[in-house]
C-alpha cells in the first residue's frame, strides 16, 4: 500500500474567553465575554481583572466601586484590595 | 382712400369760412342728397358729387342743429342696406358650407368697407353730434348693429351661418383640409358683429365638447395607452393651433379644457389602469407625457396611487416566489433601478412619486416575513465573496452594495438581516474567502448607517479579530523558529473574541499528537502573552491542506480537520470500520457520519466503504481508494454541510424570534415603568416606535401574559398597571 498522507497545513480557529470561574462579573451581573454597562464592546475592551483575593471583576465595575468608598476593599470578601498583576492564567492555573 | 381724406383736409379752412357766412338753408336737399349717397355707396356706385362735398354738407348739416335727423337717416339706409343683404344670404343658404361662408364673407366684406367710407363721409356727424348725445351709436356701429338685427331677424340664415362654421372646423378636426383664411374672416364678421361672444364661441365649444367626448369613448378602446396619449396630445397642439390661426385666444383655454375632460379626466380609471403596462414596459417617455398631462387635469394623485400598488403588486409577487428565491434579489434590484429610472426620467423626481416609490417597496419587501432579510443577507455573501469582480458589469462595488442596501432600507425586521449577516460573515471569515477586507470594511460601514453602531460594532469586532490574529501568528512564527523542537507542521491561528461571533456548535475530538502539541504550542504562546483567559478550539471551523500518497500519484488536499484526522488514520491501516474510526477520532456520531460521507460518496471519492450504498452505516468499512484521480493536484474535499442551510436558516430565524420575545419583553417593561399605567392600544402603539421589527398582536399578548405571570404586571379595568 503506497498511500500517505501528512499534513502540511492547518488552519484552526480558536476562540477565548475570561477565564474566571463564576460566568458573570458580581458587580455588574453581566457575564465576563460580554460587557459592563458603560462598556461598549466585550472583549479586550472590557477587560477582567483579578484581585489577590482572587475574586475577578470587569476592571470598569471594580474601578468605579474602589473610587465610591473609602477603604479599598474587595466587595466580596472585604480583604483589602489589590490588583493581582497580570499572569498566566486565573484563578485556577494552566491545564 | 387716403388722397380723398388728405383732400378733404385741405378743404376744411375754406369750408369753415362758408360756414361763418352762417347760411342755414336747404336742409331737405343736402339730406336728399346724402341720402342718395349712402345708397350710391351701398351700390358701390359713384356718389352724385365729391366726398369733399358731402363731407362738407355733413358739417353744415349738424351745425344747423339737424344732427339726429342725419343720424336717423344713417340708421334708416343702414337698415335697408342690411335687410337687403340679409334677404340675399337668405337665397344662398342651399349652398354647401364653404360657398355658403364665402358668399357671407364677401358680402360682409364688401358691406363693411361700404360702411368705412359712410363713416368717413359722416366724420363729422361722429364728433359732434354722437359725442354729445350719449346712448346713440356712432356711424360705424349703426351700420354694424343694423346687419346684426337683420341676421336676427332671420334665424335661418343666422343659424346658417353658424352652422357652416361649425361644420368646417368639425371636418378640419377630421383631418380634412379646410380655407383657413375664410374661416378666420368669418370669425372676424362674427365678432365684429358680436355675434361671436353672444353664442357662437358656445356653441362652438357644445360641439367640441360633443366631438371628442364621442372620440374619447371609441379611441380609449380602439387604441394602447401610448397611442392614445399621443393623440391627446396631438389634439391640444391642433385646437391650440386652431385657436393662434382663427378661433381666437380667448377660445383657448375653454378648448384645452374641453379636450383635457373629454379625452383624459372621462376615461382617467382606464388610462391608470393602462399605466400599469407602460410601467411594466418602462416606456419612460410616454409616462412621461402622461405625468404631464394628469399634472395638468391635476390627477397627479391617482397617477402617484397607481405607480405605488404597481410597486406593490408586481414585487409582491417577485417577493413571494418562493420556487425563483434564488433571483429574488438580483430580480428586485432590477425592479427597482427601473423604477427609479422611471421616477427621475418621467416623473420629475417628484417628491410626492418618490414617496409612492418607498412605500411601494416597504410594501413588496414586507410582504413576505423574514426571508428576504435572509436573501439580502445572502446576497452581499455572494457579493462580497466575488469582491470587485461581482461589481464589474455593474459598475462600482459601491453603487452594487448601496443598491442592495437600499432594498434593505424597506425591511422592517432588520433584526432578521443582522443575525444572518452576522453568521454568514462569520463563515466568509473564517473560511477565508472574503474577496476583499476594505470592501467588509466598506459594506459595514454602510451597514452601520442603516442598524446604528450596535449591531455594527460586533461586525467589526469581528473584523479586527482576523487582524489582531494575524498578528498574533506573526509573533507566534518567531516563537516557534527560536525553539528547535518545532514540528514541520505549517499552523495558523484564528483567534476570535467570543462576545463578537455567532455561537458556534462545538465538536469535541481526538487529534493526533502532532496536531496536539502544536496546539498546546499555540495556548502556551498566547496566554503568556494576554493573561487570565482561556482558549477553546474549533474543530469543526478548522481546515488543513493534506499532501496525499495515492498509486496515481501526490495530491494535495484541502479538507476539514475532522477529514484530515480521518485520513491520517489510514497511514497505518489499511481498512478500518466505523466503530474503529469512532473509536480513534472520538466524534459525535452524526458528524462522523458526515464527514466519512464527504470523503466516500460525494464528489471526491477518496476512501472506497463496503458495503457501498448511499449512506454510511455503522458497520460499514473503509479503506483508501485505490482507483482515485482527479485532474487537479490540489483537491478540495467539500464539507457536506452545504446542503443543510436551509436547517441553518431556520435555527437562525428561531435565534431571532427567541431575542424579539426578549426585547418584547424588555420594552413592555421599559414602557409600564414610565407610565404606571396604560391601556393595551396604547402601549402597542407606544411599542411600535421601540421595536425595530413588526410586531404581532398575538405576540404581544403572549409576552403580556408572561409578564403577568411573573408579576412585573397586573390587569386592570382599563389596561395594565406596572407593579414596582
Known amino acids: 500500500m503506497t498511500f500517505e498522507v501528512k499534513i502540511k497545513k492547518w488552519h484552526a480557529v480558536a476562540s477565548w474567553t475570561w477565564n474566571a470561574g463564576d460566568d458573570v462579573c458580581g458587580i455588574c451581573r453581566m457575564p465576563f465575554d460580554g460587557c459592563p454597562p458603560d462598556g461598549k464592546f466585550p472583549g479586550d475592551d472590557s477587560p477582567v481583572v483579578w484581585g489577590i483575593c482572587t475574586h475577578a471583576f470587569h476592571l470598569q465595575c471594580i474601578n468605579r466601586w474602589l473610587q465610591s468608598q473609602a477603604e479599598q476593599k474587595c466587595p466580596f470578601c472585604r480583604r483589602q484590595w489589590e490588583f493581582k498583576q497580570a499572569v498566566v492564567g486565573g484563578e485556577d492555573s494552566d491545564t | ?724
Open chain 2, 1 to 724: 382712400m387716403a388722397s380723398a381724406a388728405a383732400s378733404g383736409r385741405r378743404l376744411v379752412v375754406k369750408l369753415r369760412s362758408r360756414q361763418d357766412t352762417g347760411r342755414a338753408a336747404e336742409g331737405q336737399a343736402q339730406q336728399a342728397q346724402l341720402k342718395e349717397a349712402i345708397s350710391a355707396i351701398y351700390a358701390s356706385s359713384p356718389t352724385p358729387c365729391t366726398l369733399e362735398e358731402l363731407f362738407s354738407g355733413v358739417e353744415s348739416e349738424v351745425a344747423a342743429q339737424h344732427g339726429g335727423a342725419l343720424h336717423a337717416l344713417v340708421a334708416d339706409e343702414c337698415q335697408r342696406k342690411a335687410a337687403a343683404e340679409a334677404a340675399d344670404l337668405a337665397t344662398a343658404v342651399a349652398l354647401d358650407s364653404t360657398a355658403f361662408l364665402q358668399h357671407v364673407v364677401n358680402l360682409w366684406e364688401a358691406y363693411s368697407s361700404q360702411l368705412s367710407l359712410i363713416r368717413q363721409v359722416f366724420l363729422y356727424l361722429d364728433r359732434a353730434y354722437v359725442v354729445n348725445h350719449p346712448g346713440t351709436l356712432s356711424v360705424f356701429q349703426l351700420g354694424l348693429r343694423q346687419l346684426r338685427c337683420q341676421l336676427e331677424a332671420l334665424p335661418h340664415v343666422h343659424h346658417r351661418i353658424v352652422e357652416s362654421l361649425l361644420q368646417l372646423v368639425e371636418a378640419e378636426r377630421s383631418g380634412e383640409a379646410v380655407n383657413r383664411y375664410l374661416l378666420k374672416r368669418a370669425v372676424d364678421m362674427l365678432s365684429n358683429l358680436r355675434l361671436y361672444e353672444d353664442g357662437v364661441q358656445e356653441t362652438l365649444l357644445a360641439s367640441a365638447t360633443q366631438y371628442y367626448s364621442r372620440e374619447g369613448s371609441a379611441l380609449i378602446n380602439e387604441l394602447e395607452l401610448a397611442p392614445y396619449l399621443l393623440h391627446c396630445e396631438r389634439r391640444l397642439g391642433e385646437e391650440y393651433e386652431r385657436c393662434e390661426a382663427y378661433l381666437g385666444q380667448a377660445m383657448r383655454k375653454p378648448l384645452k379644457e374641453i379636450v383635457d375632460r373629454c379625452l383624459l379626466e372621462e376615461h382617467l380609471s382606464t388610462i391608470l389602469e393602462g399605466s400599469r403596462q407602460l410601467l411594466a414596459g418602462c416606456q419612460e417617455q410616454d409616462l412621461a407625457r402622461l405625468y404631464t398631462m394628469c399634472a395638468r387635469i391635476r390627477a397627479l394623485q391617482g397617477l402617484r396611487l397607481g405607480f405605488r400598488d404597481y410597486i406593490r403588486t408586481t414585487g409582491s409577487a417577485v417577493v413571494t416566489d418562493e420556487h425563483k428565491e434564488d433571483e429574488m434579489v438580483t430580480r428586485m434590484l432590477l425592479f427597482r433601478k427601473n423604477m427609479l429610472s422611471v421616477l427621475h426620467n418621467s416623473y420629475a423626481s417628484h417628491a410626492d412619486f418618490a414617496q409612492a416609490l418607498k412605500e411601494g417597496f416597504e410594501a413588496c419587501l414586507n410582504a413576505r416575513a423574514d426571508k428576504p432579510a435572509e436573501l439580502i443577507a445572502r446576497y452581499l455573501d455572494s457579493i462580497l465573496r466575488r469582491g470587485s469582480k461581482a461589481a464589474a458589469q455593474e459598475g462600482s462595488l459601491e453603487d452594487v452594495l448601496d443598491a442592495a442596501l437600499a432594498l434593505f432600507r424597506y425591511v422592517q425586521g432588520k433584526d432578521v438581516f443582522e443575525a444572518f449577516y452576522k453568521r454568514i460573515l462569520s463563515r466568509r471569515l473564517l473560511m477565508g474567502r472574503s474577496a476583499s477586507m476594505d470592501a467588509e470594511k466598506l459594506c459595514i460601514s454602510k451597514i452601520k448607517a442603516e442598524c446604528g453602531p450596535q449591531f455594527t460594532n460586533q461586525l467589526e469586532g469581528m473584523l479586527k479579530d482576523i487582524e489582531v490574529s494575524a498578528d498574533i501568528m506573526a509573533g507566534f512564527k518567531q516563537y516557534v523558529a527560536a525553539r528547535p523542537s518545532s514540528g514541520t507542521l505549517d499552523m495558523s491561528v484564528l483567534v476570535l473574541t467570543s462576545g463578537f461571533w455567532p455561537s458556534y456548535r462545538t465538536f469535541d475530538c481526538l487529534l493526533p499528537t502532532e496536531l496536539l502539541r502544536a496546539q498546546q504550542d499555540f495556548a502556551d504562546y498566547y496566554l503568556s502573552k494576554h493573561g487570565g483567559r482561556k482558549l477553546a478550539w474549533h474543530s469543526a471551523s478548522s481546515n488543513c491542506l493534506v499532501r496525499a500518497q495515492f498509486a496515481s500519484g501526490v495530491k494535495e488536499l484541502q479538507a476539514s480537520l475532522h477529514q484530515a484526522i480521518i485520513l491520517l488514520l489510514f497511514n497505518e491501516h489499511e481498512q478500518l470500520s466505523f466503530a474503529d474510526i469512532q473509536a480513534a477520532v472520538r466524534l459525535e456520531e452524526a458528524e462522523l457520519r458526515r464527514t466519512l460521507a464527504s470523503m466516500s460518496l460525494a464528489k471526491e471519492r477518496v476512501l472506497l466503504k463496503e458495503p457501498a450504498g448511499s449512506e454510511v452505516g455503522r458497520s460499514d468499512v473503509f479503506k483508501v481508494n485505490p482507483g482515485y484521480t482527479s485532474r487537479m493536484f490540489r483537491v478540495k474535499i467539500n464539507n457536506l454541510q452545504m446542503h443543510d442551510s436551509d436547517e441553518d436558516s431556520k435555527k437562525t430565524n428561531e435565534q431571532v424570534l427567541q431575542d424579539r420575545f426578549h426585547q418584547i419583553d424588555a420594552a413592555i417593561v421599559r414602557i409600564m415603568k414610565m407610565r404606571k399605567t396604560l391601556s393595551h392600544n396604547l402601549l402597542l402603539a407606544e411599542l411600535a416606535t421601540q421595536l425595530r421589527f413588526p410586531v404581532g398582536q398575538s405576540d404581544v399578548k403572549k409576552r403580556v401574559e408572561s409578564l403577568i405571570d411573573r408579576e412585573y404586571l397586573q390587569r386592570t379595568e382599563h389596561g395594565y398597571e406596572y407593579l414596582a
